[in-house]
């Protein structure tokens, strides 16, 4: 008779407070993969989405109580706009049990960070963590187990984050099927600004340029809309708490991102005024070879 090997989980209890996109995905995720935890529960304070998340079946247990959800967790994760995360960071922490593990999902790391650091006590470890992955969808319906397939998660430790709590959420977005990098928390932000944010802020802009046409010409844009448009629509139709709450938590790398941004395409402009030829070809290049480079890494 031979025994049965198991594998200890990485936590044996984790709660995920926010179950939208990010959050139900690692539920999902979980729940094919016992070895990351053996029971999770899911948060949120919105009674219909906790209808759904039990309709679902994603979770073991399903709340609206943050503070009585966090007291038997090894790992709590904090997937909700960056701007809620000071209050429900200060509601929570003095509940959870001596050991755990606080992290995050933000998209902005410094803000984040300085939210919750002043609520911190000697027995949490926080480690900040991003994956760099998503839809323009949300809520718990939109999440999907694959979502952190092949993607990165930036873990931005603090000088404060011990190493084995590190070690260990690592190994948890690893098991996710995302790929792991330690950054310095600027650098995060600052990346983050022009590969993430800056996007989103162009796409928003460009449907409301859009949409302050005079209507016949309105009209037409929403009846011929080409491609390119319909890429920046669907960046567009991201949630707008959320994005507005990383605009403004994550302001000064965005807009020294703007900045520079404008003057690219201001030289863009004049290259076109004065039919440089030359100029605007090396710049759709560079445009390609990223492109390319995105495809090679497995990131388009």
């Known amino acids: 008779m031979t025994n049965k090997i198991t594998s200890i989980p990485i936590f044996k209890n984790i709660t995920v407070i926010g179950p939208g996109l990010i959050g139900s995905s690692i539920l999902r995720r979980i729940q094919k993969d016992p070895t990351i935890s053996e029971y999770t529960v899911a948060v949120d304070n919105h009674p219909e989405v906790c209808h759904r998340v039990k309709k679902l079946k994603i979770a073991n247990k399903v709340s609206s109580d943050p503070v009585e959800s966090v007291k038997n967790a ?39 960070i300085a939210a919750i650091t002043p609520y911190l006590t000697s027995d949490i470890s926080f480690v900040p963590a991003h994956p760099m992955a998503g839809t323009e969808f949300s809520g718990p319906d939109a999440g999907f187990e694959s979502l952190f397939e092949n993607r990165w998660c930036l873990i931005t430790p603090t000088t404060s984050t011990g190493k084995e709590s590190v070690y260990k959420i690592e190994r948890f977005w690893q098991a996710l099927g995302a790929n792991t990098r330690i950054l310095d928390i600027r650098h995060h932000d600052k990346i983050c600004a022009i590969v993430s944010h800056l996007p989103h802020l162009l796409a928003f802009t460009i449907c409301n340029t859009a949409d302050s046409l005079a209507d016949e010409t309105r009209s037409e844009v929403l009846d011929y809309a080409a491609s390119g448009f319909r890429d920046f629509t669907r960046i ?58 995105l495809i090679n890494n497995k990131q388009a």
């Open 74 to 112: 090894d790992c709590v994760i904090l997937a909700i706009p960056v701007g809620a995360m000071q209050e429900v960071a200060k509601q929570i922490i003095p509940h959870m049990k001596k050991g755990a593990i606080l992290t995050d999902t933000g998209s902005t790391k410094a803000s984040v």
């Open 236 to 293: 567009a139709a991201s949630d707008p708490i959320m994005w507005k709450d990383i605009f403004l938590n994550n302001r000064e790398a965005i807009l020294e991102m703007l900045a520079r941004f404008t003057e690219d395409a201001q030289a863009m402009a004049k290259a076109i005024r004065w039919q440089d030829e030359d100029y605007i070809v090396k710049t759709i290049k560079k445009g390609r070879e990223i492109r390319k480079s």
